[in-house]
């Protein structure tokens, strides 16, 4: 059994000592602080967050894809995060996808267990046919997860170009990579509960990543939502008052140019700022490489 003592991760927080003790009001004081300090974990690791930004926009906009591999906590953000990119940014959703240990059901119930094989995290990447167009970013608080670990030379192997997303300095055995993402959260208020702090900084880290990937590939316009695939109504509404804004459409006409559109806020947009029809609007985005800016102008 690894001997994990040593890890800021699994250390105590002075500032949390009496947490079964202290008023509710100042639990939640010392959980505020130190959420912050998961912030600045993250701000302080732009440069990498940057590099591994620019390694994904190039193979997604190359053919590629982007896995997120990780387990428990790890692995629940990872699929998270995938799973948002479609309704978002309109795109595949084999484009960005997560792959957590313990399969499916670990999404909804523990499988503590499913974190210690390797061989399964390098199964993974062989039954997703990972190639060299693709990047594996893997995901593990505490730097070991033997799943992890797997994938992630298991990926290497097979020519993809990887990141490691970690909340402690190197480890014994660290896999080689492209790029390391290394926001220090330090020791957690609920002592090794690394949903916590370690928790959010993944989540802000993976934010950016494919918020900033999916901003590269053309996916918006200005700081607008224009993507988006109108499926519900919230959606319908959401898209309808990004082209009333683009446009300066009362809300009722955007609406039905949406709908003439089929949802598409760009192609909406395009064909408003082009005065064609759906059909030419599209032919006019793709010829503009999905990018709305150059589409209109």
Not at 159 to 184: K, M, Q, S, W, Y
């Amino acid at each position: 059994m690894q001997d994990r003592s040593h890890l800021p991760t699994e250390q105590r927080l002075p500032e949390s000592m009496d947490l079964d003790s202290i008023s509710i009001d100042q639990a939640v004081a010392v959980m505020n602080q130190q959420d912050a300090l998961a912030t600045a974990a993250v701000a302080a690791v732009r440069p990498a967050v940057v590099q591994a930004i620019t390694l994904v926009t190039a193979a997604l906009s190359s053919g590629g894809r982007l896995f997120y591999v990780g387990a428990g906590t790890s692995g629940r953000l990872g699929v998270l995060d995938a799973s948002e990119c479609p309704p978002t940014f309109r795109s595949d959703p084999q484009m960005v996808q997560g792959v957590i240990a313990g399969g499916d059901a670990a999404m909804f119930r523990a499988q503590e267990g499913a974190e210690d094989r390797a061989q399964d995290g390098a199964a993974a990447m062989d039954a997703r046919k990972i190639g060299q167009g693709d990047v594996v970013c893997g995901i593990a608080a505490g730097g070991t997860t033997p799943y992890v670990h797997g994938a992630l030379r298991r990926a290497r192997e097979l020519g993809a170009r990887t990141i490691f997303l970690t909340c402690v300095d190197g480890v014994a055995n660290e896999p080689a990579v492209d790029v390391v993402i290394r926001p220090l959260t330090g020791p957690e208020v609920l002592t090794g509960s690394t949903r916590l702090k370690a928790g959010t900084a993944t989540k802000l880290v993976l934010n950016q990543i494919t918020t900033v990937a999916m901003v590269q590939l053309g996916k918006c316009y200005e700081n607008l939502m224009v993507d988006l695939s109108a499926t519900n109504e919230k959606l319908w509404d959401r898209g309808a008052r990004i082209v009333s804004t683009i446009t300066a459409l009362p809300k009722p006409e955007a609406l039905e140019l949406l709908r003439l559109a089929e949802g598409h806020v760009k192609v909406a947009v395009v064909m408003h700022a082009r005065k064609v029809g759906p059909g030419e609007a599209r032919t006019l985005l793709e010829q503009a490489g999905g990018r709305l800016r150059q589409a209109i102008q």
